[in-house]
T-cell receptor, first 118, second 114 residues
């Protein structure tokens, strides 16, 4: 499959469950992102990974735990979530410039995982 | 840091008319401004972008204008069609440790009425 893929596409979980979201990019990019999309905040950046190193954590609660084992894969581990965490979780990737560079490139989004927390 | 404001939040136009969505940004160092379109149930996709060395860019029925002095940029869609109905997001970038961070506007839900 080409582009950015995400699994699962839909997930229903209870507040005591532990689950993981998976993202894979087939574009050879070196940066990956997790976004949360809800009615209240349309596109809210959660985490940024550049060359597998986390460079941004936008004050995300610790019940969300990202993992980036290599530049093609990104995970979001979920545990003890709250109903207000129900949202669409989008993964994206891009090709970043080297440190100090000012190269802006398109972010490619995955289809998202629709998460419902009961 | 960068702050992006987008207006209006909803816009309804008759098919064939033009639509304009405006965004303002705060960081005068920003020099790249993309627009993403998200159709219902689908992922956001880049439709056009502009870099700060130009004031306007066109691609068929869509165009983006940039006013660096006033720190605002706009998306213009002419001869609107039903398939233009979607949510549109503007964005401005930050570079953090070599990685892009896009700060998105709040989105505009555009509805094209037949």
């Amino acid at each position: 499959e080409t582009g950015v893929t995400q699994t699962p596409r839909h997930l229903v979980m209870g507040m005591t469950n532990k689950k993981s979201l998976k993202c894979e990019q087939h574009l050879g990019h070196n940066a990956m992102y997790w976004y949360k999309q809800s009615a209240k905040k349309p596109l809210e950046l959660m985490f940024v990974y550049n060359f597998k190193e986390q460079t941004e954590n936008n004050s995300v609660p610790s019940r969300f735990s990202p993992e980036c084992p290599n530049s093609s894969h990104l995970f979001l581990h979920l545990h003890t979530l709250q109903p207000e965490d129900s949202a669409l979780y989008l993964c994206a990737s891009s090709q970043s410039g080297t440190s100090g560079g000012m190269s802006y490139n398109e972010q490619f989004f995955g289809p998202g995982t629709r998460l419902t927390v009961l | 840091g960068e702050n992006v404001e987008q207006h209006p939040s909803t816009l309804s136009v008759q098919e064939g008319d033009s639509a304009v969505i405006k965004c303002t940004y705060s960081d005068s160092a920003s020099n790249y401004f993309p627009w993403y379109k998200q159709e219902l149930g689908k992922r956001p996709q880049l439709i056009i972008d502009i870099r700060s060395n130009v004031g306007e860019k066109k691609d068929q029925r869509i165009a983006v204008t940039l006013n660096k002095t006033a720190k605002h940029f706009s998306l213009h869609i002419t001869e609107t069609q039903p398939e233009d109905s979607a949510v549109y997001f503007c964005a401005a970038p930050l570079i953090i440790q070599g990685a892009q961070k896009l700060v998105f506007g709040q989105g505009t839900r555009l509805t094209i009425n037949p």
